[in-house]
């Protein structure tokens, strides 16, 4: 499809007329003015200009086409003589020919982008097309040596240029070429240095990576030249084309050479006039294949005019075969071609506008959003800066130490910690079985028999009565006899206090890793974007930091050492409750001891703990590394597995007692009559008492039989009822322990219920006064202390020193990344606000 077949709003008007004149030609030069303007401005490194460009290898006819194009002669060689870009921008407004260069200056030397792109006049407008030449070479001269002044290369000769040791191979930086002729049709172009194979590897890859650049862009026009007397298979431009465009919609083909066809060459003559009416199916495009026939050597030394040129190809094609034959006429010549390329450029600038005004304030919002995340320069003094940082900074991490900061990571994550702690040291109870084989039973570690602890210390060790036995044994000095030593239940209460130590240390080393990283995070925010500043004030924190980790160190030494002697409580009730409560407990397993047996493996035991969906309790490793102390969240506390937790209640199998086993219970009849009534009540209830206090047996059994007499009197009240008629009145279940006969063992018993009943005493104790002690040694003191620390050591330190005010502009001096980048981000503001400003101009004035 030809081009000059399309219909769109960039199209002239067919009238006929000369269109130079028109509506349609005035705003097509209003466009490329405005695209100009664009790429002066770096627009091209922001948004994706509508362009054309000029591919292909060497010896291709790429220059000559150039030259047919622009009407001017650019610099030849052997090898390669093009080493940067060259945009050629025609304009047919002007009533006389001349020509401008500049230079477009937009990356550095290692080819990055500049922060700002300037364009530089090179030399005087010129107004003799054979001066042109030599200006080229100048100005790609100066593009290939940065360093060296433009203006120094504006007199050298051919021969001098040709001489030049070059600072650089390749160039992206751009030789702009301006030509008012009244002759030229209004288009722009950029010629790329010609594709390379036979040269050093980095040579080609630097070509071949320039090409690539200009080519992958959506609104890129890539013209690729194809000389005819070649395979088309074997271009590399054609490669790299179809490469940037797969579908062919934005390349055009130019067959260059078709007078090198020689009479013979009839195969390949008609392959390429298939090429050219669009009937290869191996090659086609959009938009088509053009062919042109270019001035060669001999004719180039003639100086030909354009016309001349244009007038003998055009008899070329007009009286040669097969060419003569094609009937689009449109697609030989350059005249066809250049206004073809033309519209074609105007339409997709006409159809690009919205979107790039669309793209620019997207640009634009980004960088303004990105420009405003950045700190505002200082405009306090730097004294007043620094000072009131470090109030701040103070008063946000008291608010932290008291939790009334709306960030609360301190405080939950300690709580977490203090959880953890509080488990572990439950962990530390005694493992009293009051057995003569205890490793036959279960652990008894409540007084009701409904939990048993998951978490044990592996420091607890498991006693039965006889290790009670020889701790008493192994302490008895002058005692009276029947006397326990008071020191066998110090011994036996230190084996617990000494195994403190280490959960202590491990929670107070993870507060200390909380604490450093709350310590991080704030010093980062008060004092990170001025670098010198944060690094100072954050060593004389960690200072101050490690003063008061010390302190604490030693504050929770010596709250560990209180629980080590003398083993003292005023909390004397509850002490003698749960000594009662485990004396009693001990006797009850004593009698039963089957129901305390160890469960068997495989084998189904009633003393088996309830499974977790139960309502029993939920477990975890009590004896994490440090580490895992300190990733703790408060999220995390819920889920904490609490000591004290109990298993929920079950029902316990019940027989109701009758007349006759109060007979029964003793050895005969006369027997029963020998006894006191408080005798004989007694050994009526003790089935009761032992029911009472034995511990639950699940069985099916059990659970019928509490249906079955669960609306009769149980033999615990029954008990209770006969001890009141007996005047024993104001009596619970528990008290009915008490009626058991003495144990042999008796006096091993009561150190285990003592031992064991100091044990939850200090236990409740010490889970308050270590994190009480933590708290107050470490956050609260580090809190009090550290503003006056601080300034005291910044005014020490500064203040005393001959130049406090060079020090306190150092200690805020900026970040140079900050810095750079509010410069980069202002730098480019502006353009994309020029930019900006001139496509919406364009848009209202035309």
């Known amino acids: 499809m030809s081009l000059s077949s399309q219909s769109g709003s960039a199209g002239p008007p067919d009238t006929g007329i000369d269109i130079s004149t028109t509506d349609y030609a005035l705003r097509r030069r209003e466009l490329m003015r405005m695209m100009s303007d664009l790429k002066s401005m770096g627009a091209e490194a922001l948004i994706d200009l509508p362009s054309v460009v000029v591919i292909g290898g060497q010896s291709a006819g790429k220059s000559s086409l150039v030259e047919a194009v622009s009407g001017i002669n650019v610099p030849r060689d052997s090898g390669t003589c093009t080493r940067c870009p060259m945009e050629c921008t025609m304009s047919s407004h002007a009533t006389s020919w001349s020509c401008s260069i500049s230079l477009r200056l937009g990356f550095d030397n290692n080819g990055r982008d500049l922060p700002r792109t300037t364009t530089v006049s090179f030399g005087r407008t010129i107004t003799d097309k054979n001066e042109v030449e030599v200006w080229l070479r100048r100005a790609q001269s100066a593009i290939l040596n940065p360093n060296i002044p433009s203006a120094t290369f504006h007199t050298r000769t051919i021969e001098e240029l040709r001489d030049t040791r070059n600072t650089l191979k390749f160039s992206r930086n751009v030789v702009c070429v301006s030509i008012e002729d009244p002759d030229a049709t209004d288009l722009s172009f950029y010629d790329l240095p010609g594709l390379i194979q036979n040269e050093e590897a980095e040579t080609v890859a630097l070509v071949k990576s320039l090409a690539e650049h200009y080519t992958k862009k959506g609104n890129t026009i890539i013209l690729t030249t194809i000389p005819m007397s070649d395979d088309m298979e074997n271009q590399q431009s054609m490669s790299l084309a179809r490469a940037a465009d797969p579908d062919g919609k934005r390349t055009i083909g130019v067959l260059t050479k078709p ?77 066809g071609f250049v206004s073809d390329v033309s519209r074609l450029l105007i339409q997709l600038i006409e159809e690009a506008l919205p979107r790039l005004r669309e793209d620019i304030d997207k640009l634009l919002a980004q960088c303004n959003k990105d420009f405003d995340a950045l700190p505002p320069p200082l405009a306090n003094d730097p004294q007043i800066e620094v000072l009131g940082r470090i109030n701040a900074f103070c008063d946000v991490f008291k608010s932290f130490v008291n939790g009334s900061h709306e960030d609360k990571r301190l405080a939950q994550r300690n709580r977490a910690l203090y959880s953890i702690f509080k488990r572990d040291i439950r962990g530390t109870a005694p493992d009293f079985r009051p057995f003569e084989r205890p490793e036959d039973y279960v652990p008894l570690d409540d007084t009701q028999g409904k939990m048993i602890l998951t978490d044990r210390d592996p420091g607890v060790q498991m006693m039965g009565i006889y290790d009670i036995s020889r701790v008493i044994h192994e302490a008895i000095g002058w005692e009276l006899p029947n006397n326990v030593p008071y020191q066998a239940k110090a011994n036996l209460i230190a084996q617990f206090t000494k195994l403190w130590v280490t959960p202590s240390e491990r929670c107070l080393a993870g507060i200390n890793d909380v604490l450093d990283q709350v310590i991080d995070t704030l010093t980062n925010t008060h004092f990170g974007r001025f670098k010198v500043l944060e690094r100072y004030v954050g060593d004389l924190i960690r200072i101050q930091v490690g003063v008061c980790k010390a302190h604490a160190q030693e504050a929770v030494k010596t709250a560990l050492a209180l629980e080590t002697t003398p083993h003292y409580t ?44 139960s309502g029993s309790l939920n477990t975890t490793t009590a004896y994490e590394s440090t580490s895992s102390y300190a990733n703790l969240s408060e999220a995390m506390i819920s889920d904490l597995p609490q000591p004290m937790e109990m298993a929920s209640e079950v029902e316990y199998a019940v027989e109701e007692i009758r007349p006759s086993e109060v007979v029964r219970a003793y050895d005969s009849p006369r027997a029963a009559m020998s006894y006191t009534p408080r005798e004989a009540v007694a050994h009526a209830v003790r089935p009761a008492i032992e029911r009472a206090t034995s511990p639950p047996v699940l069985s099916r059994a059990s659970v019928t039989a509490s249906r079955v007499y669960a609306t009769s009197e149980t033999p615990e009240a029954k008990a209770l009822r006969a001890l009141a008629e007996a005047g024993y009145a104001n009596l619970s279940i528990q008290d009915l322990s008490r009626l058991l006969p003495p144990d042999s063992r008796e006096k091993e018993l009561i150190v285990m219920a003592d031992v064991r009943a100091y044990f939850h005493v200090a236990y409740k104790r010490i889970i308050d006064h270590i994190p009480l002690t933590i708290e107050h040694a470490l956050h609260h003191a580090l809190a009090e202390q550290l503003s006056r620390s601080l300034l005291t050591s910044l005014l020490t330190n500064v203040a005393s020193g001959p130049n406090f005010s060079e020090r306190m502009n150092e200690l805020v001096s900026e970040d140079a990344s900050i810095a750079q980048k509010r410069t980069s981000l202002s730098t480019r503001k502006q353009r994309l606000s020029d930019i900006r400003r001139r496509l919406m101009t364009f848009g209202s004035s035309v």
């Not at 001999?298 to 190809?313: K, W």
């Open 259 to 335: 007078d090198t066809l020689g009479v013979g060459a009839i195969n390949q003559r008609r392959k390429w006039v298939e090429i050219i009416e669009g009937q290869s199916q191996d090659h086609r495009l959009r938009h088509g294949f053009y062919c042109v026939r270019l001035p060669d050597d001999a004719e180039r030394t003639q100086r030909l005019s354009r016309a001349e040129s244009q007038r003998r190809a055009a008899e070329y094609f007009d009286t040669t075969s097969p060419w003569n034959t094609v009937a689009d006429r449109h697609r030989f010549g350059i005249p």
């Open 570 to 613: 005023q909390n004397t009730h509850y002490l003698q409750t749960l000594s009662e409560k485990w004396l009693a407990h001990y006797k009850t397993v004593r009698i039963r001891p089957s129901q305390y047996k160890a469960p068997v493996r495989h084998t189904r035991q009633a003393m088996q703990p309830i499974p977790a969906s």
